[in-house]
């Protein structure tokens, strides 16, 4: 399954639970050059320019960290992919590299989120160093404020919830991300949902989604 969506649509909101309710193994391209950004590498210094800048990695390297992680054999019953692919060339990897391991992206869903929504949806998220719990100050507050109901650490702001780099992100989202939509309706995989309404109204609808998916595929 491919979650698709502007910056702070609430992918990685919706995808964290869907991993835990249908036992999907949860790969965010976002984590992932994160980590790799951490590393302190070559690969990861290049990385830090793009995130840093809002720009997106280079497909060849997306294809690289991504397709490795998507086809390792897991326990989970599918991959759940957030953030990638957001390219039509990463759209066309992922499903040649699928093809030949015999798998296939069932569906791919579009959280559609205005782009009026998303500034207040950055700026007020704050998330966990330890666990990678995601909140928000007003949507989605933690027990007790800027602590993590998980494990008590002190929450963070992303290094690219910035107002300016919220911007570019968003553009390169309308240029390269928004072409996917038109690929996955082609494929007949393509579900676009309000991903605007509150998360527990997104979650009902994609829980009932995935449910019906699931059950058709098992037939
Ligand atoms: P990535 O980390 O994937 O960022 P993104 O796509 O910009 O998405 P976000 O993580 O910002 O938002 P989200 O949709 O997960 O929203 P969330 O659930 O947190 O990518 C970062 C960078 O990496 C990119 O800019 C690019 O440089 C690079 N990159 C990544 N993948 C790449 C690829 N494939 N190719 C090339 N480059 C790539 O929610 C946001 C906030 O809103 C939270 O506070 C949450 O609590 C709240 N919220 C969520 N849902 C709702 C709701 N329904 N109502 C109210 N509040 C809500």
């Given at each position: 399954?491919?979650?698709?969506?502007?910056?702070?649509?609430?992918?990685?909101?919706?995808?964290?639970?869907?991993?835990?309710?249908?036992?999907?193994?949860?790969?965010?391209?976002?984590?992932?050059?994160?980590?790799?950004?951490?590393?302190?590498?070559?690969?990861?210094?290049?990385?830090?320019?793009?995130?840093?800048?809002?720009?997106?990695?280079?497909?060849?390297?997306?294809?690289?960290?991504?397709?490795?992680?998507?086809?390792?054999?897991?326990?989970?019953?599918?991959?759940?992919?957030?953030?990638?692919?957001?390219?039509?060339?990463?759209?066309?990897?992922?499903?040649?590299?699928?093809?030949?391991?015999?798998?296939?992206?069932?569906?791919?869903?579009?959280?559609?989120?205005?782009?009026?929504?998303?500034?207040?949806r950055i700026t007020g998220r704050?998330?966990?160093?330890?666990?990678?719990?995601?909140?928000?100050?007003?949507?989605?507050?933690?027990?007790?404020?800027?602590?993590?109901?998980?494990?008590?650490?002190?929450?963070?702001?992303?290094?690219?919830?910035?107002?300016?780099?919220?911007?570019?992100?968003?553009?390169?989202?309308?240029?390269?991300?928004?072409?996917?939509?038109?690929y996955y309706r082609e494929r007949?995989?393509?579900?676009?949902?309000?991903?605007?309404?509150?998360?527990?109204?997104?979650?009902?609808?994609?829980?009932?989604?995935?449910?019906?998916?699931?059950?058709?595929?098992?037939?």
């Amino acid at each position: 399954m491919v979650l698709l969506g502007p910056p702070g649509a609430g992918k990685g909101t919706q995808a964290k639970r869907l991993a835990d309710a249908f036992s999907l193994e949860h790969l965010s391209s976002g984590d992932v050059l994160r980590a790799e950004r951490a590393s302190d590498t070559p690969l990861g210094r290049q990385v830090a320019r793009s995130l840093d800048a809002g720009m997106l990695v280079p497909d060849e390297i997306m294809l690289e960290v991504m397709l490795s992680r998507v086809l390792r054999p897991g326990a989970a019953e599918g991959v759940l992919l957030d953030g990638f692919p957001r390219t039509l060339p990463q759209a066309r990897g992922l499903d040649e590299a699928l093809e030949a391991a015999d798998g296939q992206v069932d569906l791919a869903v579009s959280l559609e989120v205005p782009d009026e929504v998303i500034e207040e949806r950055i700026t007020g998220r704050r998330s966990c160093p330890q666990c990678g719990e995601v909140y928000h100050e007003r949507f989605h507050p933690p027990l007790r404020p800027g602590v993590c109901d998980r494990d008590g650490a002190r929450l963070v702001q992303r290094g690219d919830d910035t107002p300016e780099v919220v911007r570019q992100r968003l553009s390169a989202f309308h240029v390269q991300t928004e072409l996917l939509k038109a690929y996955y309706r082609e494929r007949g995989s393509l579900v676009e949902l309000d991903g605007a309404e509150p998360i527990e109204v997104v979650w009902d609808e994609l829980e009932r989604l995935v449910r019906s998916v699931k059950s058709k595929a098992a037939r």
